[in-house]
């Protein structure tokens, strides 16, 4: 069974750091790319990032360009988001989810990041 | 970026019933189309990929259709475990873009 359990969301204080942490099982990880994909309270699904199968290329929303940096290692089944300079409007929760194609077929349960002082 | 605008935002159906729901892109994104459904407390599910492919264990009940930038998903005889929110993606260009959602609601 495909799983993808994230960590790491707590609340934090503008301007902070926090390491976010998505640990997979269930299928061959380093063939898998993953995203990371927010949802702030009341609002819709924004993608955040992805990461390629063997950790080569990334690529960042725009909101988050410059303040996120998205990694992993196939190792340890694990990619990680260092979240850096947290705004209000970071504020959601974010899911770890594997990409197949141009699809997202399996998301984790979501972990909440909440900024505020 | 790529806009990805659905309608309704919100519905109102009774079990049984056949709902469909729009999602509109602001340019081609040929059949670059997924959708997804969402509940509180639950992660995100794929219904629909490519515009018109249905995911492994997803009920029949569930279709898609549409190309360029006009889509379609269609779900007959609601049940009522689909009471959700659904979700527009588009994969033909980074930044991925969701639409807005649109949340079915018991009548």
């Known amino acids: 069974e495909v799983q993808l359990v994230e960590s790491g969301g707590s609340l934090v204080q503008p301007g902070g750091s926090l390491r976010l942490s998505c640990e997979a099982s269930?299928?061959?990880?380093?063939?898998?790319?993953i995203n990371w994909v927010r949802q702030a309270p009341g609002k819709g699904l924004e993608w955040v990032s992805y990461?390629?199968?063997?950790?080569?290329?990334?690529f960042y929303g725009d909101s988050v360009k410059g303040r996120f940096t998205i990694s992993r290692d196939n190792a340890k089944n694990s990619v990680y988001l260092q979240m850096n300079s947290l705004r209000a409007e970071d504020t959601a929760v974010y899911y770890c989810a594997r990409v197949n194609n141009i699809a997202i077929d399996f998301w984790g349960q979501g972990t909440l990041v909440t900024v505020s002082s | 970026d790529i806009q990805m605008t659905q309608s309704p935002s919100f519905l109102s159906a009774s079990v049984g019933d056949r709902v469909t729901i729009t999602c509109r892109a602001s340019q081609n994104i040929i059949n670059h189309l997924n959708w997804y459904q969402h509940q509180p407390g639950k992660a995100p599910r794929l219904l629909i990929y490519?515009?018109?492919g249905l995911q492994s264990g997803v009920p029949s009940r569930f279709s898609g259709s549409g190309s360029g930038t006009d889509f379609t998903l269609t779900i007959t005889n609601l049940q009522p475990e689909d009471f959700a929110t659904y979700s527009c993606q588009q994969g033909y260009t980074t930044p991925w873009t969701f639409g807005q959602g649109t949340k079915v609601e018991i009548k």
């Open positions: 490519v515009a018109s």
């Open positions: 990461i390629s199968a063997n950790g080569n290329i990334m």
């Open positions: 269930g299928f061959t990880f380093s063939s898998h790319s």
